[in-house]
């Protein structure tokens, strides 16, 4: 079984993570994980996904660096 995988990338500030949480909203029926990597000590990222996804059934990880 082929498990679709799409993977967002981009400089700061170009929109990623206004992006997945536009597509998180949009698509709520459908099951996701969401895996964030962030360079920095604390993931704001992490937690604007988290608080996008209580809306559907996703999963947030943040991975450690």
Same mark, same amino acid.
């Given at each position: 079984?082929?498990?679709?995988?799409?993977?967002?990338?981009?400089? =700061?500030?170009?929109?990623?993570?206004?992006?997945?949480?536009?597509?998180?909203?949009?698509?709520?029926?459908?099951?996701?994980?969401? /895996?964030?990597? !962030?360079?920095? !000590?604390?993931?704001?990222?992490?937690?604007? =996904?988290?608080?996008?996804?209580?809306?559907?059934?996703? !999963?947030?990880?943040? /991975?450690?660096?």
């Amino acid at each position: 079984m082929k498990i679709p995988v799409t993977i967002v990338t981009g400089f =700061l500030g170009s929109g990623k993570t206004t992006l997945i949480c536009g597509l998180l909203r949009k698509i709520p029926d459908r099951r996701l994980a969401v /895996l964030v990597n !962030e360079f920095g !000590e604390v993931s704001v990222d992490g937690s604007v =996904l988290r608080a996008a996804g209580q809306q559907c059934d996703v !999963e947030i990880h943040d /991975l450690p660096n």
